[in-house]
């Protein structure tokens, strides 16, 4: 089974400074015949599903605001805010869907304001 | 619109049985895997099961395996979890969710599952 961790568990970061998250797999979600990494972002709020954010590490999904960006391949990857707002407070998770069917959720990293 | 709403969630006792069910609406059901994912209350994400697009195909999380099962009626746009032997583990937050999130994440709102005497 692939495993996912990010880093940090949590993170306080000034309006308007930048947030970073990161994500690491047990083993590469790069598939080679489409060169695709199968690692998504969600953001969470309290009493909500999750939000898509990025699919492919790296494709914003429509609608999400160009402060959120996704980086890297293979085993790691990133996810960053480039300019905290207010409203970015919630929990973020990177998950795989490299393995057939199957998903696997990082543990989570809360992001307030300092 | 596309649309997953989850019912069948409650309060049960440890031991006890529970089915869930998800109704989807708003684009092609028999296209799409089906998975359920559940949040424990203060706690992250868990992938707990999944469903291949005809039924034909089922993986669980290790710590459910034995004790649930997903089912899809395709005809219904319905998918199911059946959930036997509960513990007080499994009290959370149940969703199900749409696979190939690349095609457009679909999440319900979710129901909760309460185990407890």
């Known amino acids: 089974d692939i495993v996912v961790t990010q880093s940090p568990d949590s993170l306080a970061v000034s309006l308007g400074e930048r947030a970073t998250i990161n994500c690491k797999t047990s083993?590469?979600?790069?598939?080679?015949?489409?060169?695709?990494?199968?690692l998504t972002w969600y953001q969470q709020k309290p009493g909500q599903p999750p939000k898509l954010l990025i699919y492919?590490?790296?494709t914003r999904e429509s609608g999400v605001p160009d402060r959120f960006s996704g980086s890297g391949s293979g085993t790691d990857f990133a996810l960053t805010i480039s300019s905290l707002q207010a409203e970015d407070v919630a929990v973020y998770y990177c998950q795989q869907h490299y393995t057939t069917l199957t998903w696997t959720f990082g543990q989570g990293t809360k992001v307030e304001i300092k | 619109q596309v649309q997953l709403v989850e019912s069948g969630g409650g309060v049960v006792q440890p031991g006890r049985s529970l089915r869930l069910s998800c109704a989807a609406s708003?684009?092609?059901?028999?296209?799409?895997?089906m998975h359920w994912v559940r949040q424990a209350p203060g706690k992250g994400l868990e992938w707990v099961a999944v469903?291949?697009?005809?039924?034909?195909?089922?993986y669980y999380e290790t710590s459910v395996k034995g004790r649930f099962t997903i089912s899809r009626d395709n005809p219904r746009n319905t998918l199911y979890l059946q959930m036997n032997s509960l513990r007080a583990e499994d009290t959370a937050v149940y969703y199900c969710?749409?696979?190939?999130?690349?095609?457009?994440?679909?999440w319900g709102q979710g129901t909760m599952v309460t185990v407890s005497p």
């Open positions: 492919w590490a790296s």
């Open positions: 969710a749409r696979d190939r999130p690349y095609d457009g994440s679909v």
């Open positions: 469903i291949s697009r005809d039924g034909s195909d089922a």
């Open positions: 083993q590469s979600v790069l598939y080679s015949s489409n060169n695709k990494n199968y």
């Open positions: 708003g684009f092609t059901f028999n296209n799409y895997g």
